[in-house]
């Protein structure tokens, strides 16, 4: 009955170092799905941080887009702000609001938007370098003053 108690205890031992090894397996193999669940978690976070930031800058594209546009708006009002129809032609405006000798297109004006001052062929007589309107201040169309 000893050799059959010490082979008893021995395939014990055996088996319980057998389990111990397997229980390690298994835990290692736990750690390796926790660690494949956390990269998982991982990638998925990643791909909405990409997300987020790729609509981070569309939005900031857009706000570029619309901040041109306020500048382009801005500048367009100053420039009607900037002249003043005197005897039936568009004059330009220092920075006080008076008129200067500068004389503004009025087709560029109204047609292009454009503020283009003319070029001075003779007294009272102006060409556009833009259109090639001419215009003279004796017969100038009688537009309202602005």
């Not at 021995?10 to 736990?30: N, Q, V």
């Not at 990269?39 to 997300?51: A, G, I, N």
């Not at 454009?114 to 259109?131: A, D, H, Q, T, Y």
Request: glycine letters at 6%; hydrophobic letters at 35%.
């Amino acid at each position: 009955m000893g050799g059959d108690l010490g082979e008893w205890l021995s395939a014990g031992l055996k088996t319980s170092s057998e389990l111990t090894g397997k229980l390690k397996g298994l835990r290692d193999l736990e750690r390796q799905l926790d660690q494949v669940e956390l990269k998982k978690e991982l990638l998925d976070v990643s791909e909405r941080v990409l997300e987020l930031r790729e609509a981070l800058l569309q939005a900031r594209e857009e706000i570029h887009i619309r901040d041109q546009a306020i500048s382009d708006l801005e500048a367009a009002l100053a420039g009607k702000q900037s002249v003043r129809r005197i005897n039936g032609l568009l004059r330009e405006l220092d920075s006080d609001g008076c008129p200067t000798e500068v004389r503004i297109c009025d087709r560029c004006n109204s047609v292009e938007d454009k503020l283009v001052p003319m070029n001075r062929l003779s007294e009272g007589r102006f060409i556009c370098p833009n259109c090639k309107n001419s215009v003279s201040e004796y017969n100038a169309p009688p537009l309202p003053d602005l």
